[in-house]
């Protein structure tokens, strides 16, 4: 029997958007559901306490991260990734594919392997579709991603066909390479912002043995309408009764038109990065801590949040960023965690009452945002 199942608990009545539990070996997952990500073994600034105190269910690891530093061999023999962060929840790691595109460390990209230079010590590292999982399963995550070809946008068509291509084929040899049964396999489809070659993609992926499937290569800086548009083209194409998870986005609206298209599972960096950088997440929209006006500010952030940032007043917050207090970046974090998940558990909610779509359209009125013709939510 598998470790591994999706089960569709309900689907909304007027959009794309679906309630559903992802079960894995380290426990279950409500979705939709946000993956708070910890690049190097952790979720920057956080205890492991603090971020299983925001409400979240499984968190991300980076392949590409942890096999330059501290190596994949010692995570393996300092317990693997739960071992050492002490998650007890299941674990995602990412393939590496993203991390080697975004760097723009890229070397060459053959068939055989892509070939890319450490950003840490410059050397010349080399990274196959097997020894991307070889070393997801040293890490030990529940779910490991194929690695994937990723294209910076715009690109000529014959160079998306390409990667997209060659990403089908990596996803056949990270399945052929995979040892461990209680480890999962997520497909990546590729395919640009091209429809027809997105669900190209999807379908040939869908007829492989993966436990679940990804949306791949947005939100590398195209309009967000274009990311929706791809991923209302996408979804219809991938098993109906696997999760899917949109990478490495995005803001919360993101998160729920993604939802309304029927994604399952998100990561970003963007709660945790924004956090550090003095910039709040709230349902009246985002707030820059720093800003004068809250000097003297005693209401909390959020009237409602459950945070401990939220237990301090706003001027207090400010002050511990104007001090350069570390305390602020820790507060900040834990409170746009708590946000997104929040955010998240709002959603599944609506979507078992079939108002979804109503719930979208209070969040954006909240965050002040004036809908885009083609970024309606169907
Ligand atoms: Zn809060």
């Not at 029997?1 to 679906?18: K, V």
């Not at 038109?257 to 550090?276: H, K, Q, W, Y």
């Not at 970046?329 to 834990?334: A, D, E, G, Y």
């Amino acid at each position: 029997m598998s470790h591994f199942s999706y089960e569709l608990l309900h689907r909304d009545s007027q959009t794309g958007a679906r309630r559903g539990v992802f079960s894995t070996p380290h426990g279950t997952v409500q979705t939709p559901g946000f993956m708070p990500v910890g690049t190097q073994g952790t979720v920057k600034g956080v205890t492991i306490d603090q971020v299983a105190a925001t409400g979240a269910e499984m968190i991300l690891g980076n392949t590409y991260h942890l096999a330059l530093r501290p190596g994949h061999e010692t995570v393996r023999r300092l317990g693997g990734l739960h071992g050492m962060t002490l998650w007890e929840g299941p674990i995602l790691t990412d393939s590496g594919g993203f991390q080697i595109f975004s760097l723009q460390s890229i070397r060459e990209i053959n068939e055989q392997q892509a070939t890319f230079r450490s950003h840490i010590d410059g050397s010349i590292v080399q990274l196959t579709p097997e020894h991307s999982i070889e070393i997801q399963e040293s890490l030990g995550s529940d779910v490991a991603m194929v690695l994937d070809h990723v294209v910076a946008l715009p690109a000529k068509r014959s160079e998306v066909v390409d990667a997209m291509e060659r990403s089908i084929r990596w996803a056949g040899r990270c399945l052929n390479a995979a040892t461990r049964d209680d480890q999962a396999r997520f497909a990546i489809v590729q395919g640009g912002l091209d429809t027809e070659l997105r669900i190209q993609c999807a379908t040939e992926l869908s007829s492989m043995n993966f436990e679940g499937f990804a949306v791949g290569g947005l939100s590398v800086g195209e309009a967000p309408s274009e990311m929706y548009r791809i991923t209302q083209a996408t979804c219809p194409h991938l098993p109906e009764h696997k999760p899917r998870y949109l990478m490495g986005v995005g803001r919360p609206i993101d998160l729920l038109e993604s939802v309304a298209r029927g994604i399952d599972l998100f990561d970003c960096v963007m709660p945790t990065r924004n956090g550090r950088n003095a910039m709040a997440f709230t349902d009246r929209g985002n707030v820059k801590i720093r800003n004068a006006k809250y000097r003297d500010e005693t209401r909390p952030l959020e009237e409602h949040c459950p945070c401990l940032a939220c237990r301090h007043s706003l001027g207090y917050l400010r002050h511990l960023f104007v001090a350069k207090e570390m305390l602020g970046p820790i507060l900040l974090t834990i409170h746009n965690l708590t946000y997104y998940q929040r955010v998240m558990a709002e959603a599944r909610q609506a979507i078992e009452n079939n108002t979804f779509a109503q719930y979208v359209i209070d969040k954006k009125a909240g965050w002040g945002i004036i809908d885009e013709p083609d970024a309606d939510v169907e």
